[in-house]
């Protein structure tokens, strides 16, 4: 079974709208992070958590915010969405920050028109 | 400024062959550099890694080359498979901070 589940798995939302992805992990893995995949630009790092109630900014964190209501579950919201953030948005688990591996869900593939 | 540099983007190489796929980096603080793969339409995965005080590790028909005075490390598939066309990310940390990953090089491997 799935370690890393994400919700929804497509979505199409209108410019100004607001979207939520969300993500669940069963390993149990104190730390959590938000990824987006764009085609020539590899993984850039939105948000990530070193466990419940926190979040930290990664590299791209403007437009979007992050909430980690518990162990399990790591949100990614776009308050505002615009067509820029058109892309697939990939969250990950893993045990110690940076330096033991990641295991990534399925991907949201998320069009904003 | 990208701080993970990979080249080539894209590499074609005959099955059989060996497969050379280079990566760079900015911050000389950086400590472990793990190396993802990811097939399409699939998430990413953990290949394998190295942390500077080696500069090989082997695992199977996968190496990593590292050289920490000039920076750079390379991945080698030898004897490249069919079922190893994916694209290859190259990343770095340090201190135990986040992944920065590079843009990847996309490996197709002809029969």
């Known amino acids: 079974e799935a370690a890393v589940t994400q919700s929804p798995r497509n979505k199409v939302a209108v410019t100004g709208g607001k979207v939520t992805l969300s993500c669940n992990q069963t390993?149990?893995?104190?730390?959590m992070y938000w990824y987006r995949q764009d085609t020539g630009h590899g993984l850039r790092l939105i948000h990530y958590s070193y466990g419940a109630g926190s979040t930290e900014k990664g590299d791209i964190p403007d437009g979007y915010k992050a909430s980690r209501p518990s162990q399990e579950n790591f949100s990614l919201i776009l308050e505002l969405a615009t067509p820029s953030q058109t892309s697939v948005y990939f969250c990950?688990?893993?045990?110690?920050?940076?330096?033991?591996?990641?295991?990534f869900g399925p991907g949201t593939r998320l069009t904003v028109l | 400024q990208q701080q993970v540099r990979q080249s080539p983007q894209s590499l074609t190489v005959w099955e059989g062959e060996t497969a050379i796929l280079n990566c760079s980096y900015e911050?000389?603080?950086?400590?472990?550099f793990p190396w993802y793969w990811q097939f399409p339409r699939e998430s990413p995965a953990l290949l394998i890694a190295?942390?500077?005080?080696?500069n090989k590790k082997e695992d199977g028909r996968f190496t990593i080359f590292f050289n920490k005075r000039e920076k750079k490390l390379s991945l080698h598939i030898t004897d490249s498979q069919p079922g190893d066309s994916a694209t290859y990310f190259c990343?770095?940390?340090?201190?135990?901070?986040?992944?920065?990953f590079g843009t990847g090089t996309t490996v197709s491997v002809s029969p």
């Open positions: 190295i942390r500077p005080v080696s």
């Open positions: 990343a770095a940390s340090q201190g135990g901070r986040a992944l920065i």
């Open positions: 390993n149990n893995h104190n730390n």
């Open positions: 990950a688990s893993g045990d110690a920050l940076g330096r033991a591996e990641q295991f």
């Open positions: 911050d000389s603080t950086f400590d472990y």
